[in-house]
């Protein structure tokens, strides 16, 4: 018997599943970062956030158990998007990794406006390309040879091969995933010789090394292949395959993905699609979701008081749910105020109406995606906390118009095990 570790580096720890050859979870394992620290800026007094990411690594490899890391046919790894690191000739980061939701690269938004085509997924402060030209400008940079992304480096550190990414953690650097190569203007750069090489996402790069190999006992010929991101991994984890099929995360926020035919992109909403074989995967990110709700209940009341909903009645109360002004997807207005009035004495009701609420802004969400060019929703599976209130589900199944599950695995984990199969 086979198995396959896919590996998910999130925001506040990591976790390791291996599944075997019928994709069947055989072993999870799980490693949180320090509660104590503040992980998203780390000073110059701690220890460098990449070398937590590689003990991290290490421990879940050595934490797996034996009879099963002696059987390991392939690794992938996942990160978050668009956290990079800075890196000499010899792989060894040069600086602090800039996070994910790092908007430093806001000073250098007018150089990237200037040679990026309009409505690029690149014209953000925290995109890949702005975190690379705001590192441009610092004196250490002088002695780069690499920009790789969280999931590249870690992935480098098991096959030793420097200089490989894919192309959904790419796309933020501006690759372009309908062509398949890096646009001219960005080739242009001077920068552009620490650019990585980018391949499909689940294409093996190469064999473990020969030091991971003796570490950790597992087998010589097991492949590392090329990664993805975290959401793309919790998106492949659902199951989700055929055009029209759809996957909301009701996490803090509320996040949209729909398989299409066709590459939906749009700066305006937030709207940008990655490649997904010959399918492309159409996203976009509304501010309303559990932020909101834990705002005014705590888990128990929101069980207890759900229980008092009648899901196939529908709420008259018309709320934008917001914590504060603005919004992106699928209202594009920076201004815009939260709604959360009038509010019903009775909890119940109100809780009714603000779930009735985020179900209409879902269902709009979905039709400018589709208003932009993509399939007809078929199908919703549901991943995040969200995900477990049934009454929310039937709420959302009515507003849609089209089945809402709970897919059997949403791990991101998961997801990125599965791409050791692709190739």
């Excluded at 797996?64 to 000739?89: E, H, M, W």
């Excluded at 932020?291 to 008259?316: G, M, W």
Aim: proline letters at 6%; aromatic letters at 10%; glycine letters at 8%.
């Amino acid at each position: 018997m086979n198995y396959y570790l896919g590996i998910d580096f999130g925001t506040s720890g990591a976790r390791g599943i291996v599944i075997n050859q019928l994709k069947e979870i055989v072993y999870s394992i799980d490693y949180s970062f320090d509660s104590g620290g503040n992980h998203c800026v780390p000073s110059s007094e701690t220890e460098n956030l990449a070398t937590v990411w590689q003990k991290t690594l290490y421990w879940l490899l050595e934490n797996i158990p034996l009879n099963f890391r002696q059987k390991i046919k392939a690794i992938a790894i996942d990160g978050t998007s668009s956290t990079v690191l800075l890196c000499d000739a010899t792989g060894k980061p040069l600086d602090h990794p800039i996070l994910y939701n790092d908007d430093r690269g806001k000073i250098v938004l007018d150089i990237i406006k200037d040679i990026a085509p309009a409505n690029n997924v690149v014209i953000s402060a925290t995109s890949s390309l702005a975190k690379l030209l705001w590192w441009r400008q610092q004196p250490i940079f002088t002695k780069a040879s690499y920009l790789l992304h969280q999931a590249d480096w870690l992935s480098f550190l098991l096959h030793g091969k420097l200089g490989i990414s894919d192309y959904h953690n790419a796309i933020k650097l501006g690759y372009d995933p309908q062509k398949l190569e890096y646009p001219i203007w960005l080739q242009n750069l001077d920068c552009s010789k620490l650019f990585p090489q980018v391949i499909a996402p689940g294409e093996v790069i190469r064999y473990i090394t020969p030091d991971i190999y003796h570490r950790f006992s597992i087998p010589k010929n097991c492949t590392v292949h090329a990664g993805t991101t975290d959401s793309i991994a919790a998106f492949l984890a659902s199951g989700a395959n055929q055009p029209g099929e759809a996957v909301t995360s009701l996490g803090s926020t509320l996040v949209l993905k729909l398989l299409s035919d066709h590459p939906i992109n749009d700066s305006k909403y937030g709207i940008y699609s990655h490649r997904l074989g010959n399918l492309w995967l159409a996203g976009g990110a509304s501010n309303t979701g559990g932020a909101v709700l834990r705002h005014f209940f705590t888990d128990t009341e929101l069980v207890n008081l759900s229980a008092q909903i009648d899901p196939n009645i529908s709420s008259k109360l018309e709320y934008y749910p917001l914590l504060k002004e603005g919004e992106r997807f699928p209202i594009n207005d920076p201004n815009l105020l939260p709604k959360l009035e009038p509010r019903p004495d009775n909890p119940a009701t109100f809780l009714h109406g603000l779930l009735e609420s985020m179900a209409r802004i879902e269902a709009l969400g979905y039709k400018k995606l589709q208003e932009l060019g993509a399939n007809p929703l078929t199908q919703v599976y549901t991943a995040g906390g969200g995900a477990k209130n049934p009454v929310w589900s039937k709420i959302r199944q009515r507003c849609l118009a089209a089945p809402v599950t709970k897919p059997k695995y949403t791990e991101a984990a998961y997801g990125t095990a599965l791409l050791t199969f692709t190739k």
